[in-house]
């Protein structure tokens, strides 16, 4: 009797498909059986690329005569430390009895490629192949996912994506590391000192290194600037506000030189002096040229995506990104979210037509059950597929992360950090179900002789979306960070008596003035990457947008992949290139990590260009789209490798680095050098 194997990608996720599958099959060594099917696993990848010397032993030393390394045909090899669940796998995949596969590995190009390596060193052959696609690990999902599975053949491209997405870090990796090291290896080891190192560079890794040094540069060079702003202080019913002074038309020091802005003096005595001019009639009074009402409404945001989440956690619980895709790949394994490398932050019209589901689920979650339920009663769940909240163009493999409301018993197991991070996409998810915030704008206009001052006031009327949005465990009530967070600019908060009063307000109103007064400010530096802001950047390719609705209209690639980011940022600080604040999660270089940076800067300067690495990211997925074929994606690799391997052959800057070494290493502190304990008698041998 022929049987189906079930492959997944890890041992966990095996156990959810024998679950749902009901097969009640013995557990065996690497694999579970029973009557009509198989379920196996690998152990994330059980299959890795070679390293050059098993091409040929030459490529073992470094030397500029083999490089640039580009091979006809890559060679492949299973990883030591698994070779055991390997042959397993092997061993199920070859079976006789075994005709139908199905792939259950992560649905996503990592997936893919985890997969069809096996696949290819098991020489798999006449058998039929199917690709399970699923969004989460509920029971009705897996079940959903086997028996809506497709000929693997559909994800060829996908997986041709896969294949060149690590041929392309291989190339660059083996060949840009190689030729910097010999070329500049020495400057590099000998102006730090200490034990030798190689030069690590990265498609990826590298582009990222130079945004954290520009950012660092940048602040470096700042000069503050004093600015010197009028003020007035109104008097309104027992109430007082601030108008703030801007040199409009009509103003005696419109477009004049010595405002630092319209709104600001360069010096403060050309402030002094206008207060002096507009002090001379008494009493000081100012009319009311102008006044504007209007209601305000604020939607919700859209829902998290992996790079969205990962800022979010960044900014609330101080983790890195790296922790916060561990702890919601354990919420996605525990049944608990729906995928999480997911690049997408709205929900595809087949799933909002089955939303209900997710959030009668959560009724029985006690920090949101309540705001459930609310949803529930609004019945605003049956019109999402008709909002921004849904579009099947905005996603590609996954839609965003929300709440399967399933699996609430695994809570508890879990860590207060983990707990609170699945409460944050919860409320993030019910927000969507929840009328937008409205507030009340007020905007005045006064005017001192022929000087004008501005007000604005914002106040919270209907906290709509706001009220379930904020978590339990946060400082601040709903209506507070609402007043937070949607104050923008120079408006401000005012109580209900002062709103009342403005409202009255009319133009020709004539008002008094308590006095005038300077306020000083200063400009402020560029702020440095933090690790959820360095993972936003990467996601828009370089651009620092952290305002949702313009990160949504950048259009291209970014650098990396949801799936990556987190472990490329890990890395630099693992090689120590960049460093990072565990309590405050900002990253700054390190001199080592600058000195790369000038290294490369120097040779190959295109692999610190933002655009170009999110250009590489775009080009895999035309042929992930079938747009291009992987041989015109091959050609340009290997023309780009073998063009910048010669730039650096030809290049000798080793004394034009030293300058750019010195002028970074002065905001660094110097590594002491360990002291060398002179020997009390002389060697029997010289030291190796």
């Not at 041929?167 to 034990?195: A, Q």
């Not at 319209?262 to 009319?287: H, W, Y």
Request: glycine residues 6%; charged residues 25%.
């Amino acid at each position: 009797m022929s049987k189906a194997l079930y492959i997944a990608e890890k041992p966990s996720v095996a156990q959810e498909f024998a679950k749902a599958l009901k097969s009640g099959g013995q557990r065996r060594d690497g694999y579970m059986e029973s009557d009509t099917c198989v379920v196996t696993w690998c152990v994330g990848h059980l299959v890795t690329m070679s390293y050059p010397e098993k091409y040929d032993l030459k490529y073992k030393r470094w030397s500029l005569d083999t490089l640039p390394f580009l091979p006809r045909d890559f060679k492949y090899e299973v990883i030591p430390g698994v070779e055991k669940q390997f042959q397993i796998v092997k061993g199920l995949l070859n079976r006789p009895d075994i005709d139908t596969i199905y792939v259950c590995t992560d649905s996503g190009r990592e997936g893919e490629y985890i997969y069809r390596l096996v696949a290819q060193m098991a020489g798999v052959k006449n058998k039929t192949q199917k690709r399970v696609w699923i969004d989460s690990q509920t029971e009705e999902e897996i079940l959903r996912g086997i028996r809506e599975a497709k000929d693997i053949s559909e994800y060829d491209n996908l997986a041709a994506a896969a294949y060149l997405r690590a041929k392309e870090d291989y190339l660059m990796g083996i060949n840009f590391s190689r030729v910097l090291t010999l070329r500049y290896g020495n400057s590099v080891t000998n102006y730090l000192g200490g034990k030798y190192q190689a030069i690590s560079v990265g498609r990826v890794m590298t582009c990222v290194l130079g945004m954290v040094v520009r950012r660092e540069r940048e602040i470096r060079a700042f000069v503050k600037t004093p600015f010197y702003r009028v003020m007035s202080s109104i008097a309104l019913e027992g109430e007082s506000f601030e108008g703030e002074w801007r040199a409009v038309e009509g103003s005696r020091y419109f477009q004049s030189p010595v405002l630092y802005k319209e709104n600001g003096f360069k010096k403060k005595e050309d402030a002094e002096r206008l207060i002096q001019e507009l002090s001379m009639g008494q009493p000081l009074v100012c009319t009311v040229e102008k006044v504007e009402r209007k209601k305000e409404n604020k939607n919700p945001p859209l829902l998290f995506n992996l790079a969205e989440l990962q800022n979010v956690c960044s900014k609330l619980f101080k983790i890195s990104p790296d922790e916060t895709l561990s702890i919601v790949q354990d919420l996605y394994e525990k049944k608990l979210v729906t995928y999480p490398r997911t690049d997408a932050r709205v929900l595809s019209t087949a799933v909002a037509k089955e939303i209900y589901k997710n959030i009668s689920g959560l009724r029985s979650y006690p920090q949101a059950g309540e705001a459930a339920q609310g949803v529930l009663e609004l019945g605003t769940y049956k019109n999402i597929a008709k909002t921004r909240y849904t579009n099947d163009k905005q996603i590609t493999d996954h839609y965003a992360i929300i709440p399967t409301g399933q699996g609430l018993g695994a809570l508890k197991g879990l860590s207060l950090t983990a707990q609170r991070v699945y409460e944050t996409i919860v409320r993030r998810f019910l927000s969507i179900f929840y009328p937008p915030a409205v507030y009340q704008k007020v905007s005045l206009v006064t005017k001192i002789q022929n000087e004008s001052f501005f007000s604005s006031f914002k106040v919270l009327l209907s906290e709509g979306y706001l009220k379930i949005s904020t978590n339990s465990f946060a400082k601040k009530t709903a209506a507070d960070v609402g007043k937070a967070s949607e104050g923008e600019g120079e408006e401000v908060s005012c109580d209900e008596a002062l709103l009342a009063a403005l409202q009255k307000l009319k133009k020709g109103d004539i008002l008094n003035i308590n006095g005038l007064g300077i306020k000083e400010g200063e400009t402020s530096p560029p702020k440095r990457y933090n690790s959820g802001s360095m993972i936003l950047a990467m996601e828009n390719a370089g651009q620092l947008i952290e305002d949702e609705d313009l990160r949504s209209q950048i259009k291209g690639s970014g650098i990396g992949t949801s799936a990556t980011r987190a472990e490329i940022l890990k890395k630099l600080f693992n090689i120590k290139y960049l460093s990072l604040n565990k309590k405050t999660q900002v990253i700054t270089p390190t001199l080592q990590g600058e000195m790369i940076y000038d290294v490369v800067n120097c040779s190959i300067r295109q692999l610190l260009n933002p655009e170009l690495t999110a250009s590489w990211e775009k080009g895999l997925t035309y042929v992930a789209e079938g747009s291009i074929t992987e041989q015109e994606y091959m050609d340009k690799l290997e023309r780009f490798v073998r063009l910048r391997t010669k730039q650096v052959e030809d290049s000798s800057f080793q004394y034009a680095l030293r300058q750019f070494f010195d002028a970074a290493a002065q905001f660094y502190k110097k590594p002491e050098k360990p002291a060398v304990a002179k020997p009390t008698k002389k060697p029997d041998r010289k030291p190796e």
